[in-house]
């Protein structure tokens, strides 16, 4: 038995990478952890081909590969009903604060830079898979004028589908499904990356202000920051 879980070790998990011995390194380690189910993909397009036939439970894909880039294979599978709720876990030598805001902006559930341990890889996703909660009958969050479905990961507000990453798709539903609640900066990372996930406060001051950027003029008026203690959401002044 895995001790990253009694039901981990039934994980399908789907390696994208060009490199035939960065593979097999991957796959040594993830079949160290219980990981019985890891297929493989030498490149983009057949990658794409396997995750939408036989949608696995997480995907660990290779930024810098030549033919199909890792940020078009990440933008197709987000766009496509069979993947979209697969979570991405995007592994990449660059690691320059734009490109890891590109990589999450573009679908990835988490970036991790290279090179990175065994055990950090194995933290990275037994936290995703920790996020996985169990199917409940109504999954759509209404509040103000928004609409969160979690089932289809689909935001519209007043009818508009917006675009979010993975993290801010979590925030904003946290915050939606506990109107006027305080969370702290603390709560919002466990809430959303689950315990000990090694981020900082300043990385959700940034997903909250990408967030408010992204709902207009409703962000303002409805995500509030309470100084010293972290943000909620309001139902404001005005709705929309």
């Not at 065994?118 to 199917?135: M, T, W």
């Not at 008026?221 to 010293?228: D, L, S």
Request: aromatic fraction near 6%.
């Amino acid at each position: 038995m895995s001790r990253y879980g009694t039901n981990d070790g039934n994980k399908k998990i789907l390696l994208i990478n060009d490199d035939a011995s960065t593979r097999e390194l991957l796959r040594l380690a993830l079949r160290s952890a219980g990981f019985t189910s890891v297929p493989e993909a030498e490149n983009g397009e057949t990658g794409l081909v396997l995750a939408r036939r036989f949608p696995p439970d997480l995907i660990l894909l290779d930024l810098t590969r030549p033919g199909m880039d890792g940020l078009t294979v990440c933008r197709q599978l987000k766009s496509s009903p069979e993947t979209r709720s697969v979570p991405i876990l995007m592994l990449s030598a660059r690691s320059g604060e734009s490109d890891i805001v590109l990589g999450l902006e573009t679908g990835a559930s988490d970036y991790i830079i290279k090179p990175f341990s065994r055990n950090i890889l194995l933290a990275r996703i037994r936290a995703q898979f920790r996020l996985q909660k169990p199917y409940h009958p109504s999954r759509v969050i209404q509040f103000a004028g928004l609409s969160i479905d979690r089932d289809e990961r689909r935001v519209s507000l007043a009818g508009r589908d917006l675009r979010l990453s993975f993290s801010e798709f979590e925030i904003l539903a946290l915050l939606a499904s506990h109107g006027d609640r305080v969370f702290t900066r603390g709560q919002i990372i466990r809430r959303v990356k689950g315990e000990d996930y090694p981020v900082t406060d300043r990385s959700v001051d940034v997903q909250i202000v990408n967030l408010r950027r992204k709902l207009g003029t409703w962000g303002p008026a409805h995500i509030e920051t309470v100084r010293g203690v972290g943000y909620r959401l309001t139902r404001g002044k005005t709705e929309c």
